[in-house]
């Protein structure tokens, strides 16, 4: 398809588990983000790829969090060792380059803690 | 510490009733404002992007306009079909990457 495309749509885990939430954006588009939504709060932050540039990881919460992005497209985000603040769904964004505000949005990964 | 704020948290109109939106903003250098339509279950879509005081952007029922401190989303004649939740962003100068840092948003329904 022509759009971000995320996976799995939704996921539902045990506290302690690992978890990877996949993200294949627009083709073309040098620059992908993740962000975080939970219920009631704004979009939140994560991490952000440019290219071949070192990420930005400056939203990232904690060291159990990290993210990939292998050949400049695909990008993995991983949840080590989850806990229920953990839940929230977790949305993945491509832009054609870094000068643009206009985000391309997945429809994103809803991921549930027990 | 950039920081956008957005009122009401959410809005009901009847359809056809005109309204706005709020989005006050702090930010050290802004380098864009944006609004996006968000609806149940899907991201978030972008509406307009809008770069300094003044500057106003339309689209169908849709205005955007933005002063030195905060931007407004007027909605002219409204459709249930534009029942969403609208988002405001900023993007800096300050940072050396393009993140967004967006509002908590404004929940709209628009009733027939």
């Known amino acids: 398809g022509a759009g971000v495309s995320q996976s799995p749509s939704n996921k539902v885990t045990e506290k302690g588990k690992d978890v990877e939430l996949r993200c294949d954006p627009i083709?073309?588009?040098?620059?992908l983000y993740w962000y975080r939504q939970s219920l009631g709060q704004g979009l939140e932050f994560l991490i952000y790829?440019?290219?071949?540039?070192?990420?930005?990881k400056s939203g990232l919460p904690s060291d159990r969090f990290s993210a990939e992005r292998t050949g400049g497209s695909v990008s993995t985000l991983t949840i080590q060792r989850t806990q229920q603040e953990d839940s929230a769904v977790y949305l993945c964004?491509?832009?054609?380059?870094?000068?643009?505000?206009?985000?391309?949005f997945g429809e994103g990964s809803r991921l549930t803690v027990l | 510490e950039d920081q956008v704020t957005q009122s009401p948290e959410a809005l009901r109109l009847q359809e056809g009733e005109s309204s706005s939106l709020n989005c006050s903003y702090t930010?050290?250098?802004?380098?864009?404002l944006f609004w996006y339509r968000q609806d149940p279950g899907k991201g978030p879509e972008f509406l307009f992007t809008l770069y300094s005081a003044g500057e106003e952007k339309e689209k169908e029922r849709l205005k955007a306009t933005l002063t030195k401190k905060e931007s407004f989303l007027h909605i002219t004649a409204p459709k249930p079909e534009d029942s969403a939740t609208y988002l405001c962003a900023v993007s800096n100068y300050g940072g050396a990457t393009n993140k967004l840092i967006f509002g908590t948003g404004t929940l709209l329904a628009v009733q027939p």
């Open positions: 083709s073309g588009h040098t620059a």
């Open positions: 964004a491509s832009s054609f380059d870094r000068h643009t505000g206009e985000l391309f």
């Open positions: 930010v050290s250098g802004l380098r864009g």
């Open positions: 790829f440019q290219g071949n540039s070192a990420p930005d």
